[in-house]
T-cell receptor, first 110, second 115 residues
């Protein structure tokens, strides 16, 4: 079971770029890396997913080095509404088990 | 497209009572998940259904928790009897298939308080 490690919390200011790194040393060959965002009193929401190198969508970028033992979620020019908990998720193909870690609580200040 | 629906949104019960939660996944989604999220922690998978069959229930406390997904659509999660430590938000999610690559769509959750 691939375990993930993320910083517990991060602070940033509006307009800055935020990078959140997740460690997953035991990632398996077929695993994908997925990031979710969760606001208070809501269920998690998909942000981005990748397997290797770099993935970019309208919300974020995901950087994955060649060894895939870590990944970095990059949020460009954050706003107050980006204040949330961000979870890094590594998909286990065998057994189909998906494990959320503790998440990173991002606080964006004005 | 309608999202994942859950009810009730909030429930308060006393310990040793029973409680049931209901989930209606996104139409056509074959896979349904139930998660337990304790305050300050990430969601923990309790059970995964593929259509109406159980794929994984290894983290479901089977002495008190049960879940079913009749006809491969709606699902109910039951706790009987409830304990204080069951206080949490119970999240239901669905995806088009059981592949971890598929996006999971989460409902708003049911917040359970056990007194």
């Amino acid at each position: 079971l691939a375990k993930t490690t993320q910083p517990i919390s991060m602070d940033s200011y509006e307009g800055q770029e935020v990078n959140i790194t997740c460690s997953h040393n035991n990632i398996a060959t077929n695993d994908y890396i997925t990031w979710y965002q969760q606001f208070p009193s809501q269920g998690p929401r998909f942000i981005i997913q990748g397997y290797k190198t770099k993935v970019t969508n309208e919300v974020a970028s995901l950087f994955i080095p060649a060894d895939r033992k870590s990944s970095t979620l990059s949020l460009p020019r954050v706003s107050l509404s980006d204040t949330a908990v961000y979870y890094c998720l590594v998909g286990e193909n065998a057994g189909n088990m998906l494990t959320f870690g503790g998440g990173t609580r991002l606080m964006v200040k004005p | 497209e309608a999202g994942v629906a859950q009810s009730p949104r909030y429930k308060i019960i006393e310990k040793r009572q029973s409680v049931a939660f209901w989930c209606n996944p996104i139409s056509g989604h074959a896979t349904l998940y139930w998660y337990q999220q304790i305050l300050g922690q990430g969601p923990k998978l309790l059970i995964q259904f593929q259509n109406n069959g159980v794929v994984d229930d290894s983290q479901l406390p089977k002495d008190r928790f049960s879940a079913e997904r009749l006809k491969g659509v709606d699902s109910t999660l039951k706790i009987q009897p409830a304990k204080l430590e069951d206080s949490a938000v119970y999240l239901c999610a669905s995806s088009s298939s059981g592949n971890p690559k598929d996006t999971q769509y989460f409902g708003p959750g049911t917040r359970l308080t056990v007194l």
